[in-house]
């Protein structure tokens, strides 16, 4: 009866344990939109404590976001690479260790009467802040049409997608760039659709993981446990669409058929990264995107290679990580990332 007893008592102690010693961290993500399903994913299919770490997701727009690592209150931040990259640049102590997308379900709505963007000449445009990601996509938007950021008045309105489509329903602004499914409901009340960035290749839409240096030297096995984690929840969201939907919703209060529909802009053209690689030619991107004079001087003249690194992620390709968890088919697509990553 006693042995028993023991063996019970050891079985528990076996199950607790890795909650117990589980690292807590906070990650931030600053935007309600499809491009943080690895992290919603992860946590939600209980990636992050199976590579032992309760995560505490939090929302926290930007630049709070950033404050947020800098001020070591979190771990990491999955945002867009190009307010990682500003960022960055002007604070050294931080490094991006990888990238789960490169392709955003952006899209540049506008008040029905608006036929196309070279008709956004003199109109406004809502933004959160100018020199934010939107206000580069739309900025690369325009540059295509001919027109330049001085040629549209901007809107900034401080806030996430939200605040952006109250600008274009309110009348306060004429257009704006949304993400699924603020978009979707603009469509139906008549709203126009001028561009989605899915449908421009030469624009990268990409987002990556920011961490801070002195994090990493304290705890060096930590990027390898969030990109191993946000790894699996990638090959789960390409194998369980229910479960994709389900883990969405519990982050953003979305109807289900609404984030049925962002899941299938994802989905189907395979978006998200299953080797997290920063490619170099989205950093390249970034760079020239930028409008701001002074930003645009900044940026060029600053080497990312000090704030960029692939080392991560290099070294789980030669240890197979990816190969075991994707099967060896992913072998040609390591290659192909391996000659495209910045380095």
């Known amino acids: 009866m006693r042995s028993r007893t023991w063996l019970a008592f050891l079985l528990a102690a076996a ?41 505490d997701l939090k929302f926290v727009v930007h630049p709070g976001s950033i404050a947020a690592l800098v001020s070591g209150d979190a771990a990491l931040v999955n945002s867009s690479l190009e307010q990682l990259m500003q960022a960055a640049s002007k604070d050294g102590s931080m490094v991006i260790v990888g990238s789960s997308l490169n392709k955003g379900t952006f899209a540049l709505m506008a008040r029905k009467d608006v036929a196309s963007i070279k008709d956004l000449k003199g109109k406004r445009i809502a933004v959160g802040q100018v020199g934010d990601a939107p206000y580069g996509y739309v900025v690369a938007l325009l540059a295509k049409s001919g027109l330049k950021p001085r040629d549209v008045a901007w809107v900034p309105v401080g806030t996430d997608v939200s605040g952006r489509a109250a600008a274009l329903e309110s009348g306060r602004a004429d257009a704006t760039m949304l993400t699924a499914p ?40 930590l990027p390898e446990l969030l990109i191993k984690a946000q790894a699996e929840a990638i090959k789960r969201f390409y194998a369980d669409k229910a479960f994709a939907v389900k883990a969405y919703m519990v982050y953003d209060k979305q109807p289900q058929a609404d984030v049925e529909r962002i899941y299938d802009l994802y989905a189907k053209p395979t978006a998200f990264e299953r080797v997290p690689y920063v490619l170099a030619a989205a950093v390249k991107s970034v760079v020239e995107q930028q409008s701001d004079p002074q930003i645009a001087a900044q940026m060029k003249a600053y080497d990312f290679h000090k704030v960029v690194d692939n080392s991560t992620v290099d070294r789980l390709v030669k240890e197979k990580f990816f190969e075991t968890l994707f099967g060896a088919t992913i072998k040609a697509e390591e290659d192909r990332k391996a000659k495209l990553a910045f380095k």
């Open 15 to 55: 199950l607790l344990a890795p909650a117990a010693f589980a690292q807590k961290i906070t990650l931030i993500y600053p935007n309600r939109s499809g491009s943080q399903w690895p992290l919603f994913l992860a946590k939600e299919g209980g990636y992050y404590q199976k590579y032992g770490l309760d995560v």
């Open 182 to 221: 603020a978009y979707f409901k603009l469509e139906d009340a008549g709203f126009k659709t001028l561009a989605n960035l899915a449908e421009h290749d030469d624009i990268f839409a990409s987002t990556g993981y920011l961490m801070k240096k002195s994090q990493i030297q304290a705890n060096p096995k």
